[in-house]
């Protein structure tokens, strides 16, 4: 069984820049998640309205937000279409490696 929790970082360095990723129970609007580049951070929910978001849920969400850094870092952008193909690669990636 995968704990999805324990490979979501406390931070990371991107294109020489540290972010911090912080978990909060609710985020504005009710969003899983968000990427900000200054203050360079990624920040995802536990909750959205009353609704706990499961751990896979919010590793998905990390990597979602981790591809809108790394479109930002490449070119200044970020699309959501890119960052939730690079969140579903990713989870396919850690579900069926051996």
Known sequence: MIDYLSLI???????????EVIIEDHLDDDIYGDYSYTPPQIRIARYTGDERISDKQMLATFYHELGHCMDYMFDCTTDEAHAQCFSNFMMEFLESKK
């Open 9 to 19: 970082p406390k931070s990371f360095r991107i294109g020489a820049q540290d972010y």
